[in-house]
């Protein structure tokens, strides 16, 4: 079975960085597509990057475009989201998610299968 989890969270001051991982374990092939959403009170969870395991079709939003990064590291079947820049409009609960294969529907939460328990990411002064 595939298995999805996250860390990494915590405070961080506005301006700084923070990685957040996700070990993808149970993967029966490298023909994979990983994601990050972001979740608010009161907002519907929103994409924010995303990849083909194998390295290719690398995605990020509009609003995290030159700030965050979406990595994996084949090694220890880990993805990454190095956010830096950090704003307070960046906080929000992270949730890391992987399918079967790729859709070009990547941006939405429906396109996957597989999801973490999420990590709390607070941008605060």
């Known amino acids: 079975q595939v298995q999805v989890v996250e860390s990494g969270g915590g405070l961080v001051q506005p301006g700084g960085s923070l990685r957040l991982s996700c070990v993808v374990s149970?993967?029966?092939?490298?023909?994979?597509?990983v994601a990050w959403f972001r979740q608010t009170p009161g907002k519907e969870r929103e994409f924010v990057a995303a990849?083909?395991?194998?390295?290719?079709?690398?995605r990020v939003a509009d609003s995290v475009s030159g700030r965050f990064a979406i990595s994996r590291d084949n090694a220890k079947n880990t993805v990454f989201l190095q956010m830096n820049s950090l704003k307070s409009e960046d906080t929000a609960v992270y949730y890391c998610?992987?399918?079967?294969?790729?859709?070009?529907?990547?941006?939405?939460?429906?396109?996957?299968?597989?999801w973490g328990q999420g990590t709390q990411v607070t941008v605060s002064s």
């Open positions: 998610t992987a399918r079967e294969g790729w859709h070009v529907y990547y941006h939405l939460t429906s396109s996957y299968g597989y």
């Open positions: 149970g993967r029966t092939s490298n023909n994979f597509g």
């Open positions: 990849m083909r395991w194998s390295g290719g079709s690398p």
